[in-house]
Each structure stands twice: as structure tokens, then as C-alpha cells.
């Protein structure tokens, strides 16, 4: 994904990242080079309910509207995943890339062994 790069040593990111766990970091970052829609489904969604004038959102809240939206689209077998435990990281690139959001979701610690959103 073009870009990837960047954002992986934005020294932002990095700082919201620090307390990761690398294991699961690893995880999401392969899932995001070969899912890259998720995360612009993700920042479309957040950034639209952000300009409606909503101070604070649930980034939880978003990607279960992009999971329905594509159980809605996929018809068999190809069922579409998103792990919970990437969710923190979604919400820590978005604010990396717009720092305006900063705020916008209510972030928990990261730990070495459980990540929650």
C-alpha cells in the first residue's frame, strides 16, 4: 500500500503506539497492507460524524457499521473479519494522520499482552 511506510514511522504513530503489543501490532499491520479499504472506510466514516459536529465517537462504534455494511455485501463462505484488537490501532493511525481528532475517541492504555478500545 503506497504510503504505509510513512505512516509506520510517523513519529506521532509511534508515540501512540509505544505500549503495543508487537506481536498483535505485527498482526495489524499485515492486515492493514492487505485490507487498506478498512482503514479508509474507518477514516471516512469517522471524519464525516467528526464534521457533523460530534466532539467524541466510538471508534468501536465504526468499525462494527464497516463489518455490517460488508456482511450486508458478501454473499457465502467469504466472510469478512476485523479483529477487536486492532481497533486501537485504527484509531491511533486516524489521529496520527489527523491530529484534530485528538480527543475524538476516549483511548485506553495499550498493554503488552491485551489492547482495548
Keep these: 500500500m503506497k504510503g504505509i511506510g510513512k505512516i509506520k514511522r ?3 504513530l509511534n508515540g501512540l503506539l509505544r505500549n ?3 506481536r498483535l501490532l505485527e498482526s495489524f499491520w499485515q492486515y492493514h497492507r492487505n485490507n487498506p479499504h478498512v482503514y479508509n ?3 471516512n466514516h469517522c471524519l464525516a460524524m467528526y464534521d457533523s459536529g ?3 465517537y466510538g471508534a468501536w462504534c465504526v468499525i462494527n457499521k464497516i463489518r455490517w455494511d ?3 455485501k458478501v454473499q457465502g463462505k467469504d466472510k469478512f473479519k476485523i479483529s477487536n484488537g486492532y481497533i486501537a490501532f485504527f484509531a491511533r493511525m486516524l489521529i496520527a494522520e489527523h491530529p484534530e481528532l485528538d480527543g475524538f475517541f ?3 492504555k495499550l498493554g503488552g499482552n491485551h489492547d482495548t478500545e
Design 20 to 22: 503495543a503489543n508487537r
Design 41 to 43: 472506510e474507518f477514516k
Design 10 to 12: 510517523s513519529w506521532r
Design 70 to 72: 460488508y456482511d450486508l
Design 54 to 56: 460530534r466532539k467524541r
Design 106 to 108: 476516549q483511548l485506553k
